[in-house]
């Protein structure tokens, strides 16, 4: 199997949970290399995410590892043999690797959640208000550049799955752009907060308990939870977290968010209100 030059974050999750399988049964690369009959040096590229595994060497490394989890195995077996070409393949080459491999990570997600500080969710944002918000956190970038970027976020959108959404009032006041942006990119939530798979709830400047709960991040579900992902967000892409402690914080993180803040109906009213402000 050829080596990968640049894997996805989709091929490192799978090589990240090959390698903590082998070290929690206790086994060396090589000892690993050894029982599957195959060179220390493509243990060494499978756990890196350089190379592929076929379903037959999965299932064999995972019987070694004694690793008794079908669930989780089969799960392991589907990322290592997905070969479906997304829609954000378009833009390989075009944006920075994190931006593919965020869509990809929302295109598989059982549901996602945000939490939101400063900005609106990308998933979210009108056109208009993306552009703002790329504009000012590079200014470097090209008209045609920010387009591209504005085109790919635009597109996420249109994906539809179970999306918890907690904005904080400061993102909903701040004007990335104009009045009119900002007029737009609240009607748009209202809109947003109608649909059927998404639940938007508001925290107030006004409500207690929300210091020290406060880090913006998306929550993707993957197929198990120990598959889920925390992506945080970056002015060149996203940082993608996976660790099981970290996971945890962040599940807790997000319920200390949601219970400081506004239900959905008042929420939406908390948004009318605003927008009628501008």
């Given at each position: ?64 590892y ?31 690797t ?33 552009r ?12 045609d ?13 249109e ?44 925290v ?75």
């Open positions: 199997m050829s080596t990968r030059r640049e894997p996805t974050a989709r091929q490192l999750r799978l090589a990240t949970e090959l390698r903590r399988l082998r070290d929690a049964a206790g086994l060396t690369a090589r000892e690993a290399a050894t029982l599957l009959g195959v060179s220390n040096v493509q243990i060494s590229q499978i756990e890196a995410g350089l190379s592929g595994v076929s379903e037959q060497r999965l299932r064999r490394l995972a019987s070694h004694a690793c008794t989890d079908d669930e989780f195995i089969d799960a392991l077996v589907a990322m290592a043999t997905d070969r479906t070409r997304g829609w954000w393949e378009e833009y390989r080459g075009l944006l920075p994190p931006f593919l491999d965020l869509a990809e990570l929302e295109q598989s997600a059982a549901f996602l959640r945000d939490v939101a500080i400063l900005f609106v969710p990308g998933r979210l944002q009108t056109a208009d208000y993306a703002a918000v790329f504009s000012s956190r590079l200014p470097g970038l090209t008209d550049e920010i387009e591209v970027r504005v085109r790919h976020r635009m597109q996420r959108q994906r539809t799955v179970p999306h918890e959404v907690v904005i904080h009032e400061a993102a909903l006041r701040i004007r990335v752009s104009n009045r009119a942006t900002s007029k737009a990119q609240l009607a748009r939530l209202l809109e947003f907060s109608e649909a059927d798979h998404i639940v938007l709830r508001v107030p400047f006004e409500l207690d308990d929300f210091a020290g709960a406060s880090s913006t991040m998306t929550y993707a579900g993957g197929p198990l939870p120990k598959l889920d992902t925390v992506v945080r967000d970056a002015p060149h892409g996203s940082v993608f977290i996976d660790s099981e402690a970290q996971l945890n914080t962040y599940r807790t993180s997000f319920r200390r968010v949601e219970a400081a803040s506004f239900d959905a109906d008042r929420s939406r009213e908390f948004i009318c209100k605003l927008a009628q402000e501008l």
